[in-house]
């Protein structure tokens, strides 16, 4: 029997925490590895959930890049390496050398399935391998299953091997319907993710079981297994279930989500961080900026220190230039402006006040 492994990277934010506890508490059955990819430039709020969470799973492998360098942290390494040429959204050095290579490392050529916390009311993919030894699966979406896994069902050659599948195992007062979508072609306006969602839609446990039973002919790691039990899983977890969560399992919420009020110009906003990383990350907001500035800062001198040779984290703007008195003022009077238009428009809770969702294009797979 081939022995295939489970693996959850925890990165200190709120949603793998949560998945996490997630896991460990519906799954216990599941010998699920938890890992940390350390950087050396986290928060010291970050290190702190981190502890919290080992003591609740019992054990997290901590894993950390070019141990025995002469530099302090792993980045301080790879930016002296790189000439000190910093990450970015289009050069994510930082995100290859000290998560991913680190995580592929860990788990070496076995066949592996990584669980990733993307929630239900996201709009995004997660982290996918290039190795084929590694298939990610996403338990708090509708959607368990990775993109490549749904255009590999539906693909022209496959799909008639995936039909005889689904019909075998579906009841007849169904089979009729099943078939009209599956053998639907696609088109601009039926393409996978509509004639997925539309098969999920008459029976999301009967999609799985589909799934499962095909990928058995393949490759995947999961088509490996005699039994997966995700495949029974109907949840769909949002923002506020992760929360919930943390909360009820006594890990709570990493500190740095906690709100803080701030005051310009008469105006009360709030600011916190929204994400776990580096303090440093490129990705985040400005008004998260001024909160490291403000919060932290011997944190944001050191991200000062790291601009030189004319790199900057953020482009067009370097962090001297963006704490100047005029310019942290207008920082804050923009972010009071959205959180007012955000209240109007959402629910008023205090948890849709905060953007983790708001910067579509930041790196998802830093978060593994």
């Not at 901590?62 to 959204?89: K, M, Q």
């Not at 490549?148 to 195992?169: C, G, P, Q």
């Not at 393409?191 to 969602?197: I, L």
């Not at 799985?208 to 088509?223: C, H, I, R, S, W």
Request: proline share 5%.
């Amino acid at each position: 029997m081939i022995m295939v492994r489970h693996v959850l990277g925890i990165s200190g934010g709120k949603d793998s925490a949560a998945l996490a506890i997630y896991m460990k508490s519906k799954y216990p059955d599941l010998n699920v590895e938890y890992y940390n990819t350390d950087t050396g430039c986290e928060l010291a709020e970050t290190d702190l959930l981190i502890n919290r969470l080992e003591s609740f799973l019992g054990g997290i492998k901590r894993l950390r890049a070019v141990e025995g360098s002469p530099e302090p942290t792993p980045f301080e390494h790879f930016l002296r390496a790189s000439g000190n040429f910093l990450p970015s959204p289009q050069q994510r050095w930082c995100t290859q050398k000290m998560k991913l290579a680190e995580m592929e490392r860990f788990v070496g050529d076995e066949p592996t399935i990584s669980y990733v916390g993307i929630r239900g009311d996201e709009d995004r993919e997660g982290y996918i391998s290039t190795k084929p030894n590694i298939q990610a699966i996403f338990p708090f979406r509708r959607n368990i299953w990775s993109i490549d896994v749904i255009h590999n069902i539906v693909h022209k050659n496959n799909i008639a091997r995936f039909t005889d599948i689904y019909l075998s195992l579906a009841p007849d007062d169904m089979k009729e319907k099943l078939k009209e979508i599956l053998e639907h072609p696609l088109t601009k306006d039926f393409y996978y993710a509509k004639k997925t969602s539309a098969l999920m839609d008459i029976d999301l446990k009967l999609f799985n079981q589909a799934v499962f039973e095909y990928l058995k002919g393949t490759d995947y790691p999961v088509g490996k297994l005699d039994e997966f039990p995700l495949v029974d899983n109907e949840d769909i977890l949002i923002k506020e279930d992760i929360f919930r969560i943390l909360e009820d399992s006594g890990v709570g919420v990493p500190a740095y989500y906690k709100p803080i009020e701030f005051e310009v110009d008469g105006k009360v906003g709030i600011y916190n961080r929204s994400r776990s990383g580096c303090y440093f990350c490129f990705f985040q907001q400005k008004i998260e900026w001024i909160w490291l500035y403000e919060q932290h800062p011997d944190l944001f001198a050191k991200a000062m220190e790291f601009e030189k040779d004319g790199y900057t984290w953020n482009q067009n703007e370097s962090l001297e230039e963006m704490i100047r008195p005029e310019r942290i003022r207008q920082i804050k009077l923009d972010a009071i402006k959205k959180q007012e238009a955000k209240r109007k428009a959402g629910t008023g809770l205090l948890v849709d006040m905060f953007d983790d969702d708001d910067n579509d294009a930041f790196c998802a797979n830093c978060f593994i």
